[in-house]
DNA sequence: CATCTAAATGTTTAAATATTCATTGGATTG
DNA sequence: CAATCCAATGAATATTTAAACATTTAGATG
């Protein structure tokens, strides 16, 4: 079980509703076989930009993935990584094209260019808070 | 010291940012001569929509008002207060109607209708949590 | 393969925030 | 005007979150 696979699903259950703390969390995750300790979940948080408000733990506003690109990243998004300003995506072999051109036809403000080979991607952000905001976005699409 | 005045303070704090914590808060307030306590804030933080990121507290977004709008109410607007799903304004004697009118061309979500008399305008929301968002964005323009 | 390094996570505990219950100071009404 | 109600706030405290420090692990490197 990987960080950012753990990440994708506390967006998931975030986004269903209904978290109001940490340990809730911890304990929503342990249904999904899970364990993470509440620490962990406070890292994550800050790294996926979730913010608690009166009605549980929300993402900060950021424009939504349209449907087309939604469509490929979940069926062929696999990893998301950051180091600086750039973001590295791991698609299923031979699909990392097609993701990247749907990718650069988002537009984001984000995103300053890509390249894509085989089965990764560079992104290359104007610097490193717009590639985290980058990397929580796209976490969440993943399956 | 009213209580709106006091979170019209806090919006202003909050935005010129580096308000991490409450107790920053408090002491910040303390330097315009307001006083209130931990608790009185997080209440505060609460009703107006403000959450804690990683770079300080923040308003959750929503949109802004326009120019026209935010200069006649900087000017007029002189408390806001709701109850259930409606949002009372007091303006300065004269102004309700100009301010209701502006208000009206803003075309919020939050807002279903306003009526307005000399002093007062009478919004209805669609409900109450619309109305707690409406109060909070309006209390932002208070002088 | 031993060693080093860095990321990820855990443990402990401090700090920050929210809740509960109580008080106060207007309004409201009989 | 007393009695009552209610919004606003505070004090004490419980709960939640984050910091500081330690440990583990996987990959790099000699």
């Known amino acids: 079980m990987t960080k950012s696979f753990r990440q994708g699903q506390i967006l ?3 986004r269903s509703g209904g978290i ?38 929300r993402q900060l506003d950021r424009d939504t993935p349209n449907m087309v690109f939604a469509g490929l990243a979940t069926e062929f998004l696999q990893d998301v990584r ?14 990392a094209n097609s993701v990247a051109v749907a990718l650069d036809d988002e537009e984001w403000p984000e995103i300053v260019g890509t390249i894509a080979g085989d089965d990764t991607i560079l992104i290359i952000c104007p610097d490193t808070a717009a590639a985290q905001t980058l990397r929580a976005k796209l976490i969440a699409l993943l399956g």
């Open 12 to 14: 998931k259950l975030i």
């Open 82 to 95: 950051q180091a600086q300003n750039q973001v590295i995506l791991r698609t299923a072999p031979g699909h």
């Open 20 to 57: 109001f703390t940490q340990d809730e969390l911890a304990r929503a995750l342990k249904e999904v076989e899970i364990d993470a300790t509440q620490v962990t979940l406070s890292r994550d948080m800050r790294e996926l930009g979730l913010v608690k408000t009166a009605d549980g733990y």
